[in-house]
């Protein structure tokens, strides 16, 4: 089992802030500069990755802040009938975050090894 490093999550919640903060650049809000520079970022973020797995972790964290915020709409439903699955809608959104990250996260892996690590 490996220690708690502060500084790997501290990492990792700033990769999904970056990701959450480039989201309001959708409908409604609209807010396509403040998205365009936090994809920019984004970009750096991911070309500095010392390793193909922190690439990896790194595009994952972004990914599942981006979805998390962007689908937030997902979690609706759930509270129709709040006290019968009012519990199932924060797993339905954070699995359905993490799991479009894989893709955003394979795509970080991709072009850290195509840049020859």
């Known amino acids: 089992m490996q220690p708690f490093r502060p500084r790997l999550w ?19 809000f609209g807010l396509w500069p403040l998205a365009l520079v ?5 970009l750096v973020r991911i070309a500095r990755a010392a390793s193909g797995r922190e690439a990896f972790l790194r595009g994952l964290f972004i990914a599942a802040g981006w979805f998390g915020v962007s689908l937030n ?17 924060p797993f339905a959104l954070l699995l359905i975050a993490f799991g479009l990250g894989l893709f955003w996260a394979l795509a970080a892996l991709t072009a850290h090894r195509l840049r020859g690590g």
């Not at 700033?14 to 480039?22: E, K, N, P, Y």
């Not at 129709?80 to 519990?87: E, I, K, N, S, T």
């Open 10 to 28: 501290r990492d990792r919640l700033r990769d999904m802030v970056l990701g959450a903060v480039a989201a309001p650049g959708l409908a409604p």
């Open 38 to 42: 936090a994809f920019g970022l984004v």
């Open 73 to 89: 709409w997902i979690v609706q439903p759930f509270f129709v009938d709040p006290l019968r699955y009012g519990w199932m809608a």
